[in-house]
């Protein structure tokens, strides 16, 4: 069995590619699991030890940094890189937020992969150098209240956010309204919102525009 197991969770073919060469230059006995989805990675999380995740932002089950923010609150102890074409403002310290230990652009060249990834295997944080830091301390109390959601809520702060109904918002989840209500009063509490309109003003902090055509 391999000393060490990275999971490159992207569903474009081509950057797993570049990832898992990036890999292979690395030192090391390394073992490569490549999954496609959100629940895939969670699936291979769930069945045994990794030691880093290189996590797209964008799939077709995950969005901006919902999925970073479950992955880190399950697993806190497993590094996790976002690999992104999103050019957002300020979008590698927002992911450093939600906590991810680096953030590489998928326009990086392969030395710049190696680079990256051998970094976060170093304990290290890694950014790329032309990284524009824009945050401020509200997105980083946002993203603090945001890890204290459980998948179900994220998933119903998501549909709030997206202008949804709660009978729209149970449809998509297959469960009851009554247990969208019961989601909302919790996402409510434990954001410290009284409104919806209040928690979709923070639920913004985890969307991300995807990278332009």
């Not at 006995?29 to 932002?57: F, N, R, W």
């Not at 994220?154 to 309204?177: C, F, W």
């Amino acid at each position: 069995m391999a000393s060490e197991r990275i999971l490159l969770a992207d569903d474009h073919p081509l950057v797993r590619a570049a990832l898992l060469e990036a890999v292979r230059r690395l030192a090391g006995d390394i073992e490569t699991i490549e999954v496609d989805s959100l629940s895939a990675a969670k699936d291979v999380l769930a069945k045994g030890p990794v030691d880093l995740v290189c996590l797209d932002l964008h799939m077709g089950d995950s969005s901006g940094f919902i999925g970073l923010t479950e992955l880190r609150r399950d697993y806190p102890a497993i590094p996790v890189v976002i690999v992104s074409a999103s050019d957002a403002p300020g979008i590698a310290y927002r992911a450093v937020e939600f906590g991810a230990s680096g953030f590489i652009p998928k326009t990086a060249d392969l030395d710049t992969i190696c680079a990256a990834l051998q970094a976060v295997r170093d304990g290290e944080v890694w950014l790329p150098e032309d990284a524009e830091d824009v945050g401020d301390d509200e997105s980083v109390d946002h993203a603090a209240l945001l890890a204290t959601l459980t998948p179900a809520q994220l998933r119903v702060l998501e549909g709030l956010a997206a202008g949804r109904l709660n009978k729209q918002i149970a449809y998509e989840m297959d469960i009851s309204i009554a247990t969208v209500k019961a989601h909302v009063t919790a996402i409510f509490r434990k954001l410290g919102v009284i409104n919806r309109t209040q928690a979709v003003l923070i639920a913004q902090s985890l969307f991300v525009e995807p990278a332009k055509a």
